[in-house]
C-alpha cells in the first residue's frame, strides 16, 4: 500500500510538507526537520502561550474545561500544510508519519500519561464525511500512536450522531451549541482513564464535548493529546 501511495502522492515531510529529496525517502522528515523537530518547547502552555511546569495546558487555561488534562505536540503554524496534505489531499503517508511524531513526543515528555491510560480513543468524524474523505485522519494518527507506545486503541468507542457544521466556519457560542449532544459513547467506559486524541486544538468545544460524553459513559479522567494547538496568543 505504501509503495502505491508513494507512486501517486510525492514523498513529503511531515512536518513541513516539503518534498523529500531522494536520499531522504527512507525516513519520514526533511533533513532541517530532523535535525531539530518543531514540538511545542516545554513549560509553555500550547493553548495561551504562558509558562507552565510542564509541557501541557496551564492551569488557568484548564478551569474551562470537563477534561483532566491537555497538550499538544507542536504548534499549529508548524504542522499546517502538512495537516492540509493529510487531510484535504488524502496523503496518508503523512498521517503515519505525523502519527509517529506524535508517540515520540508522549514517550519524551508525557511518559506520564501512558503509565496512567487505560484506553485511547480518536474524536469521530460523522459516517458521511467519513465517507466523503475516504478516511478519519484522527483515527491513523491513533493507530499508529498505539503501534509505537502500546496503548489500547478502541477505534468505534466514540460515535458522532448527528451532521454538524465545520466548526472554523463559527464564533465560539455557535461552536458550542453546534457540537452539543452530538457524540455518543458506543462503548461502557466505568473506571477508566481514556485519553482522548484529535488532530486540531482551537477553542477545545470538541475534545470538551467528547470528554462529557465519555463522563456519562463512567468514565474516570479524561485527558487530551492532539497533533497541534492554535493558540490564542
Known sequence: MKKLLDLIFLPRCAVCGEILMMEERKGFLCRD?????????KKVCPHCGNETENAGFCGFCM????FASACAAFPYEEVRDAIHLFKYDGDQTIGYGLGELMAEYLLNDHAELLVKTDMMVSVPLHPKKEKHRGFNQTQILCERIAE???????????ERKRETIAQSELNPEER???LKDAFSAATDFTGKRVLLVDDIFTTGTTCNECAKELYRAGAK?????????????
Not at 526537520?33 to 518547547?41: D, H, K, N
Not at 509505537?148 to 466514540?158: I, M, P, Q, S, V
Request: hydrophobic share 45%; with cysteine.
Open 33 to 41: 526537520c530532523a535535525g531539530a523537530i518543531p514540538y511545542f518547547p
Open 176 to 178: 458550542k451549541q453546534n
Open 148 to 158: 509505537k507506545t502500546g496503548l489500547l486503541f478502541e477505534k468505534k468507542a466514540l
Open 63 to 66: 478551569k474551562h474545561f470537563a
Open 221 to 233: 479522567e479524561v485527558m487530551v493529546f492532539t497533533l497541534s494547538a492554535a493558540g490564542t496568543k
